[in-house]
């Protein structure tokens, strides 16, 4: 399988939103309601985002929202903060032999 | 609290193996909730899912890494590991161990990463 599909970078000014997109097939976003999304600072642990399409884990800020349509999931940031500027990573269950997918990643820069 | 911590070699040489392991404390790899999987990031690149082993010791690897890697788990230990052969220096990366939630398919925790450099 390929990797899922993300734009390589976005940038967006602080307080405006963003919304970044993972593109996948019908076998595995389209057919699945297991995507994630996670960010990555450099030299740190990703952090889990969202799972589950659009469910936040506790702690994590209703300013990162999650949803899906068709082939397509979408993270959205409203309010960007200079320490949102991360990468972002979604997944995806694929099938019970290769269980997941990633993206190939998204550098946000908040300008 | 669940921490998971990698350890093994940092430096390797080419068509040598790569041994890694994770430590869990906080939760048992025991348990039928979650698998224990291994993610790299090589230089520059992105997050790259290795493979992942289930309590039972089903192991699930990247289709495009599975001829050379093997995962395991150690119940008595706590621990699992990650055996990756002739590595070269496309292999150079920080390798995160993680936990997988099997319900959700989500990665809920993370250890910090090791790097791991593969040069001659």
């Known amino acids: 399988q390929s990797a899922l599909t993300q734009p390589a970078s976005v940038s967006q000014s602080p307080g405006q939103s963003i919304t970044i997109s993972c593109t996948g097939t019908s076998s595995d976003v389209g057919a699945s309601d297991y995507v994630a999304w996670y960010q990555h600072h450099p030299g740190k642990a990703p952090k889990l985002l969202i799972y589950e399409v659009s469910y936040r884990p506790s702690g994590i800020s209703n300013r990162f929202s999650g949803s899906k349509s068709g082939n397509t999931a979408s993270l959205t940031i409203s309010g960007l903060q200079a320490e949102d500027e991360a990468d972002y990573y979604c997944?995806?269950?694929?099938?019970?032999?290769?269980?997941?997918?990633f993206g190939g990643g998204t550098k946000l820069t908040v300008l | 609290q669940l921490l998971l911590q990698e350890s093994g070699p940092g430096l390797l040489k080419p068509s040598e193996t790569l041994s890694l392991t994770c430590n869990v404390s906080?939760?048992?790899?025991?348990?039928?909730?979650?698998?224990w999987g291994w993610i790299r990031q090589p230089p520059g690149k992105g997050l790259e899912w290795i493979g992942s082993v289930y309590y039972s010791g089903t192991t699930y690897y990247n289709p495009s890494l599975k001829s050379r890697v093997t995962m395991s788990s150690d119940k008595s230990k706590n621990q699992f590991s990650l055996k990756l052969s002739s590595v070269t220096a496309a292999d150079t990366a920080i390798y995160y161990c993680?936990?997988?939630?099997?319900?959700?398919?989500?990665?809920?925790?993370w250890g910090q990463g090791t790097l791991v450099t593969v040069s001659s």
């Open positions: 997944t995806s269950y694929t099938d019970s032999t290769t269980l997941v997918l």
């Open positions: 906080g939760a048992s790899v025991g348990s039928n909730s979650y698998y």
């Open positions: 993680a936990r997988l939630a099997a319900a959700t398919i989500k990665f809920d925790s």
